[in-house]
């Protein structure tokens, strides 16, 4: 597929200018967040936007209603999260967020600041459609069924399979080779994008990438699946620490809550099911977290029927939306009338809707129209 326009993926430097006010997108490579990141973050949404940090199915951040850019620009940079003009938007990459701590067969998350710093240290690079994505799977098959660009998947405790397209190549390589390949088949996809916005969607995509990286397949390939529940609760890690999983009610995460999750200081991670993994507590100060940011909203119950719905965003932020989706799932969740994994969307596009088995419930002139899978 040869795509006529460059892709419209918002960022920092470029809002994308929705029915509400322009909205920024942040880019936070392996969703990781660092404490005084977050309260710039929340600082930032509630003097700036509208008082909400949103988190994406990619496991990065957005504002919305943004008031002054160039003030945005100027403390996100100071808080290190725009370190690049050029390569802002190519910044995508999600890993596993448990790795190194929580079972898995590799720890994925040294690879990221690699990555990052390959990309953004190559010039060309920056011409990278913003919808590309990499992917860091430690092994335990949560990032790998996410439909990516180019990533790698553990395999063994020093191998990965290269994966493109959301598929194994049936390649396998070193994880000390892993960023350097990866960055080769970036280069591979550009030289044969024409236009594209993703490697699916170039013809025989994949075969050309593996022609430019000079590879060959050597193993039958892995299947992946589609993840779809985030870690949540208490999630004992390998050393005796705790991580927590914190589902994030419609991944819109209140300023002030924000604010509390920064002086937990901790660095967090933001994963791609629009939740949050808070690692290495010891135990107290695990239940302490509960006791009070549970009350405060975050979920740490698995149960919760909060953790079965999605909702694109609707009105107000979007002009196409017949209604305040928002609102209206959120009054199905607290009246018990959310029993199944449900996608709620203002019209028939259904934006942000999750990979993976998910009934739609999509606003039409005639109220809500429900299509069970
Ligand atoms: S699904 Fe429709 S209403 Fe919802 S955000 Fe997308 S375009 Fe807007």
């Known amino acids: 597929m040869t795509r006529e326009v460059p892709d419209s993926c918002p960022g920092v430097l470029r809002l994308h200018q929705a029915a509400d006010g322009p909205l920024a997108r942040i ?27 949103e988190l994406t199915s990619r496991g990065n951040l957005q504002l919305r209603q943004v008031r002054d850019a160039g003030e945005l620009t100027r403390r996100l940079e100071a808080a290190g999260l725009l370190p690049s003009h050029s390569h802002e938007r190519v910044r995508n990459i999600v890993a596993s967020p448990l790795a190194g701590r929580v079972g898995g067969l590799l720890d994925v998350h040294p690879l ?3 990555l990052d710093n390959g990309l953004q240290g190559v010039a060309r ?4 459609p913003g919808r590309v994505l990499f992917t860091l799977d430690d092994g335990r098959g949560d990032i790998s069924g996410l439909g990516g660009d180019i990533g790698v998947h553990a395999v063994g405790a020093d191998e990965f399979a290269l994966v493109l397209a959301g ?110 993994v808070i690692p290495d507590l010891a135990e107290g100060v695990a239940e302490q977290v509960v006791r009070v ?9 698995a149960n919760s029927p ?8 609707g009105q107000p932020g979007c002009a196409k939306s017949l209604t305040d989706v928002r609102a209206d799932v959120a009054a199905a969740v607290e009246s ?19 990979r993976g088995q998910v009934t739609d419930v999509t606003a039409t002139t005639d109220g809500y129209r429900v299509d069970r899978l």
């Open 27 to 53: 880019r936070v490579p392996g969703g990781r967040v660092e404490p005084a990141q977050l309260q710039a973050l929340a600082e930032a949404a509630t003097e700036l936007g509208d008082g909400n940090i």
């Open 293 to 301: 940011l549970a009350p405060m909203g975050l979920i740490f119950d």
């Open 125 to 128: 690079l920056a011409e990278l």
């Open 167 to 276: 598929g194994d190549s049936g390649i396998r390589i070193s994880a000390a080779d892993a960023v350097d390949i990866m960055l080769a088949a970036a280069h591979g996809f550009l030289d044969l994008s024409a236009g594209a916005w993703r490697l699916r969607e170039v013809a025989n995509g994949v075969a050309g990438v593996i022609d430019h990286l000079g590879l060959s397949p050597s193993a039958e390939p892995l299947a992946f699946a589609a993840a779809q529940a985030p870690p949540i609760g208490w999630l004992a890690q390998d050393d005796g620490l705790v991580s927590l999983g914190a589902g994030v009610r419609l991944g819109s995460l209140p300023a002030r809550l924000a604010e509390f999750l920064a002086a937990i200081e901790r660095s967090l991670f933001v994963t791609p099911w629009r939740s949050l």
């Open 112 to 114: 990221v600041p690699l």
């Open 336 to 354: 018990g009338r959310v029993t199944e994994r449900e996608h709620w969307s203002g019209c028939a596009r259904h934006c942000g809707r999750p």
């Open 306 to 313: 909060w953790l079965l719905v999605s909702a694109c965003a």
